[in-house]
Antibody, heavy 122, light 112 residues
Framework: QVQLQESGPGLVKPSQTLSLTCTVS??????????WSWIRQPAGKGLEWIGR???????NYNPSLKSRVTISVDTSKNQFSLKLSSVTAADTAVYYC??????????????WGQGTMVTVSS | QTVVTQEPSLTVSPGGTVTLTCASS?????????PNWFQQKPGQAPRALIY???NKHSWTPARFSGSLLGGKAALTLSGVQPEDEAEYYC????????????FGGGTKLTVL
């Protein structure tokens, strides 16, 4: 079955760029009608949708983060990535990647990665 | 800024029934918001339960059901089990020129 695994530095300095990768295993990232999303959760707080990328490469972002976010896909590596620029302590969170399945009249988030903790600190 | 609102906390007795709701600041929630529901236990990643209002994943226990209720999305747990104690999040889709998803703030469900 398809699994997602986040990876990347656990510590990022303020004002730098946070970079994470989500590796898709058990299936091709470019097969089917899927969006691939990034979601984050600060400690003790709720979930926040960051953005998504379609298998074609088209993207949508959370308006509140749009100016700092870039999501890209590397089909040759079966991975998609998140870059968040100019980070501050407020960007400290567990970052999750997740799959969104598109079907006629249906839109479903199904598979999530286990999450990776990113701390922004000097 | 769009806000999705859930009850902060609810308490239910084992074997009981409880309904969690999910409201949008833009107005009534319809099927076009494709409501998704997730369960999250401490230290774990969220687990998908319901998609597109009322559809269950293959792993979703039968006691969980989704619906639209009074202009809100709703998640009903019937015959609550102790292991259902968790945080529950809804997620709504906002289409248009810049499509996006917005999570609700979550409902902490206590089974007592």
């Amino acid at each position: 079955q398809v699994q997602l695994q986040e990876s990347g530095p656990g510590l990022v300095k303020p004002s730098q760029t946070l970079s994470l990768t989500c590796t898709v295993s058990g299936g091709s990232i470019s097969s089917g009608s899927y969006y691939w999303s990034w979601i984050r959760q600060p400690a003790g707080k709720g979930l926040e949708w960051i953005g998504r990328i379609y298998t074609s490469g088209s993207t949508n972002y959370n308006p509140s983060l749009k100016s700092r976010v870039t999501i890209s896909v590397d089909t040759s590596k079966n991975q998609f990535s998140l870059k968040l620029s100019s980070v501050t302590a407020a960007d400290t969170a567990v970052y999750y990647c997740a799959r969104e399945v598109l079907m006629p009249e249906v839109d479903a988030f199904d598979i999530w990665g286990q999450g990776t903790m990113v701390t922004v600190s000097s | 800024q769009t806000v999705v609102t859930q009850e902060p906390s609810l308490t239910v007795s084992p074997g009981g029934t409880v309904t969690l709701t999910c409201a949008s600041s833009t107005g009534a929630v319809t099927s076009g918001y494709y409501p998704n529901w997730f369960q999250q236990k401490p230290g774990q990643a969220p687990r998908a339960l319901i998609y597109s209002t009322s559809n269950k994943h293959s792993w979703t226990p039968a006691r969980f059901s989704g619906s639209l209720l009074g202009g809100k999305a709703a998640l009903t747990l019937s015959g609550v089990q102790p292991e259902d104690e968790a945080e529950y999040y809804c997620l709504l889709y906002y289409g248009g020129a810049q499509p996006s998803w917005v999570f609700g703030g979550g409902t902490k469900l206590t089974v007592l």
